[in-house]
Nanobody, 118 residues
Framework: QVQLVESGGGLVQPGGSQRLSCAVSGVIFNTVGMGWYRQGPGKQREMVAQIARGGTTTYADSVKGRFTISRDNAKNTAYLQMNILKPEDTAVYYC????????????WGQGTQVTVSS
């Protein structure tokens, strides 16, 4: 059973940075891609960034140039470095493993809240 634990959220000022972590268990980490998603107030959950098992990355247009997804296979952990944060980045952030087609699978974790506000 896949288990995901997201952490690193909090309150940050506009223009600031935050680094999220996603600890993964129940799956052979280096055989899956990883994705970060977010759900803002009153919005649907959306894909933010993906990293394939080989390291290829994909980003939503709204975060390109500001966010960086990475992974540490030795630690079974994925990261999301978020820079130049904007109020519209306020959301609960979730991670998920991805299959070979890039589709997510398994249950969602509890997420981590990121609030961008002055």
């Amino acid at each position: 059973q896949v288990q995901l634990v997201e952490s690193g959220g909090g309150l940050v000022q506009p223009g600031g940075s935050q680094r999220l972590s996603c600890a993964v268990s129940g799956v052979i980490f280096n055989t899956v891609g990883m994705g970060w998603y977010r759900q803002g107030p009153g919005k649907q959950r959306e894909m933010v960034a993906q990293i394939a098992r080989g390291g290829t990355t994909t980003y939503a247009d709204s975060v390109k140039g500001r966010f960086t997804i990475s992974r540490d296979n030795a630690k079974n952990t994925a990261y999301l470095q978020m820079n130049i944060l904007k109020p519209e980045d306020t959301a609960v952030y979730y991670c998920s493993p991805l299959n070979y087609r890039g589709d997510r699978f398994g249950p969602w974790g509890q997420g981590t809240q990121v609030t961008v506000s002055s």
